[in-house]
């Protein structure tokens, strides 16, 4: 649907935006030999890997633990096609979970890795923006100003839209924060990104 496909351009361009900024130059892995300052289009292929295995990582946890969300809600809001929009649904969440364990990886490096306020504020980031392109506005409500039963969009239906929206977003992030915290502290499957400056 429309607001999947926004949701995950919208996803796309924060990264863009993200990994091209003056702030974010300088990353480097601490599987490499030398520390050097290089901006991330200058990236080792170690990098890039790490980052693949992140991507990878989200998509396989955020696409399976959104799976019995995305049937549901299909079901609920009788979609004309159940199957194919639970499908879809389910490879958005896969996308849009793979993009946030990439930008996760970026954002909490490892001397920010005992920062639980960094790691909340990336992950409820992704779950507001999943969650409110998935209203409608209802065909009773004003426009120009939108005003529904309650307050501006606000009314039963989506309250419970936004409810459900939020639990559905709240249960795609969540496991692939939990699964990469897991993986970069404990395993050590996946290095983080690590800044170093010039000495």
């Given at each position: 649907m429309v607001y999947s496909t926004i949701s995950c351009w919208s996803l796309i361009l924060a990264m863009i935006i993200l990994l091209s900024s003056d702030s974010a130059t300088g990353f480097s892995s601490t599987s490499l030999r030398f520390k050097q300052?290089?901006?991330?289009?200058?990236?080792?292929?170690?990098?890039?890997?790490?980052?693949?295995?992140?991507?990878?990582?989200?998509?396989?946890?955020?696409?399976?633990?959104?799976?019995?969300?995305n049937y549901l809600s299909?079901?609920?809001?009788?979609?004309?096609?159940?199957?194919?929009?639970?499908?879809?649904?389910?490879?958005?969440?896969?996308?849009?979970a793979a993009l946030f364990a990439i930008v996760y990886r970026y954002v909490v490096r490892e001397k920010d890795k005992e920062n639980s306020m960094l790691q909340q504020g990336v992950s409820g980031a992704f779950v507001i923006v999943r969650t409110l392109p998935k209203v409608t506005v209802p065909?009773?409500?004003?426009?120009?100003?939108?005003?529904?039963?309650?307050?501006?969009?606000?009314?039963?239906?989506t309250i419970l839209l936004l409810l459900g929206a939020g639990v559905a977003s709240v249960a795609t992030f969540l496991p692939v924060w939990l699964a990469l915290e897991r993986v970069m502290n404990e395993k050590g499957w996946i290095e983080r990104f690590e800044s170093f400056k010039e000495e």
């Amino acid at each position: 649907m429309v607001y999947s496909t926004i949701s995950c351009w919208s996803l796309i361009l924060a990264m863009i935006i993200l990994l091209s900024s003056d702030s974010a130059t300088g990353f480097s892995s601490t599987s490499l030999r030398f520390k050097q300052q290089r901006s991330f289009l200058d990236a080792s292929a170690e990098d890039r890997l790490e980052s693949v295995k992140a991507g990878a990582l989200g998509a396989l946890v955020g696409g399976v633990c959104s799976t019995p969300f995305n049937y549901l809600s299909a079901s609920v809001t009788n979609a004309p096609n159940v199957l194919g929009q639970w499908e879809f649904d389910t490879d958005m969440c896969s996308l849009e979970a793979a993009l946030f364990a990439i930008v996760y990886r970026y954002v909490v490096r490892e001397k920010d890795k005992e920062n639980s306020m960094l790691q909340q504020g990336v992950s409820g980031a992704f779950v507001i923006v999943r969650t409110l392109p998935k209203v409608t506005v209802p065909s009773y409500c004003s426009a120009i100003p939108l005003e529904c039963k309650y307050f501006y969009v606000f009314d039963n239906d989506t309250i419970l839209l936004l409810l459900g929206a939020g639990v559905a977003s709240v249960a795609t992030f969540l496991p692939v924060w939990l699964a990469l915290e897991r993986v970069m502290n404990e395993k050590g499957w996946i290095e983080r990104f690590e800044s170093f400056k010039e000495e």
